[in-house]
């Protein structure tokens, strides 16, 4: 039987590329890595390319290579974020998460507008700004509009000095005309996971409900792009088939957005398979990724998107997340719960999505990431002041956006220090924040003590 293709995936062009590849000598490894260097992007087989090295020392130019460009385009900053699921409700059997449908391992609930800004309380008294939201696919007796109060609940709650400033969204692909009214809610990004790119495993792994539609899902962002959401977020669970072929797929799906809309994602997820109550293949990942490769995949989109984010969640521990961080991520979730209701209920971890691997608290996570030299950021600035979609990408790609981007990190990680840190992460932020000014250009670095004085003066949401 052939592999399938559709204008959006192509299997037996990724195949190919993949087999054409080979294991390449070193000096067209180093061609690629050079290329890479000039901030362009690669195309598939250039990235077929470095997914196949495993010699030590080309893996570590590799490495090298992708720190370089993270630095070059994101500086030091790291954004930060809290997932708020708001609802474990699902119908569909999706085999791999706790939530799927006859999962009776699972305690089901839809938490109410009111219980919903508790938990926004909670976040904001951490010293979040910005909350992901996250639904299983069954929404309470009203249905998708369930999802639309909550995000006006979100972005409702006011509390001490804070408010969370941005929403992110992460449920099932939807219409149109849902897309429509989700845009108008003034949401950050819509993030969607394909999950697998390959037809065969994604029809073997979702069993029953809407989900097991391949091309629904697969076509969500063009809908989402169509009604005017600027910012998308698309992604893989690795573990489910051959990562090399993924992140392939992966590609094909963000050129052909840009293709279309002239503007690929804003981010990319890289989310691993982790342990699920009731779920086997979760727990025996049919194609695990190994540590080695996972660094890999992170450098590899690092360099083939080099201005697209990359987030890592607290589905890694500490010590892997801290290594990707320099080969390219540029926004972490911390604090995370996964369990609707779980930042007020702490004991309660039976109604979970799946297992965490780093349960730091943010005030921990914060002084880590700062004593390791980046910059914890929590600006909401870029999508606030209109600089989303293809205007976020013109600015950004001549390295303008650090110009904006580096003062309002620092303006918003004092706010941070000000309002919610331990005195031991406030001592270690401040050292962060006065190395970082001594390493700024002269504009930024005025922008920046502009900004931070006026924090110190009592104002918040300071913004260039
Ligand atoms: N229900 C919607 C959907 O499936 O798109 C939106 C939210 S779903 C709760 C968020 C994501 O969690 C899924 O897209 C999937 O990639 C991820 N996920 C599910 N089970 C997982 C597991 N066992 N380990 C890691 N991530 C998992
Ligand atoms: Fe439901 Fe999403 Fe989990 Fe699938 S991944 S069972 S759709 S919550």
Known sequence: MNAPSSPLVDEPAIFATLERAGT?????????????????????PEIAVLMKVSDPELLAELFATARDVKDTIYGRRLVLF?????????????????????????????????????????????????????????????????????????YSVTHGNGEIRRVNVNVAPLTLDEFRALGERKIGTYQLFQETYH?????????????????????AMDRAMEAGINDVGIGVLFGLFDWRFEVLALMQHIRHLERRFGVGPHTVSVPRLEPATGSDVAL????????????????????????????????????????TFALGVSQISAGSR????????????????????????????????????????????????GRTGADFMALAKPGDIKQHCDPNGLSTFLEYLIDYASPETRAVGERCITEALDSMGAWPRERATQLMGKVKAGERDVLC
């Open 82 to 154: 809290a997932p708020l699921y708001v609802s474990n409700m699902c119908a569909n059997e999706c085999t791999y998460c706790a939530f799927r449908a006859r999962n009776r391992a699972v305690v089901r609930r839809a938490l109410s507008q009111e219980e919903i800004a508790q938990e926004v309380r909670i976040l904001i008294d951490q010293g979040h700004k910005r909350a992901l939201l996250v639904a299983g696919e069954s929404y309470p007796r009203e249905g998708f509009s369930y999802v639309l109060e909550c995000v006006d609940t979100i």
């Open 338 to 385: 996964t369990n609707p209701g779980g930042y007020a209920d702490e004991e309660r971890a039976d109604a979970s999505q799946f297992c965490l691997g780093d349960h730091r608290g943010l005030d921990e996570v914060v002084r880590d990431v700062a004593s390791l030299g980046y910059i914890p950021s929590f600006c909401t600035g870029c999508y606030r002041l």
């Open 199 to 219: 037809h065969q495993t994604y029809a073997s792994v979702h069993l029953s409900g809407k989900k097991r539609d391949y091309d629904w899902r697969v076509t």
């Open 24 to 44: 390449a000598d070193a000096g067209a490894v180093r061609a690629v890595l050079a290329k890479a260097r000039e901030l362009r992007g690669l195309d598939a």
């Open 284 to 323: 025996h990942p049919p194609h695990a990724v190994s540590d080695i490769d996972f660094r890999k995949i992170v450098a590899t989109l690092r360099l083939a998107v080099p201005y697209t984010g990359i987030i890592m969640s607290t589905r890694e521990v500490a010590n892997i997340r801290r290594e």
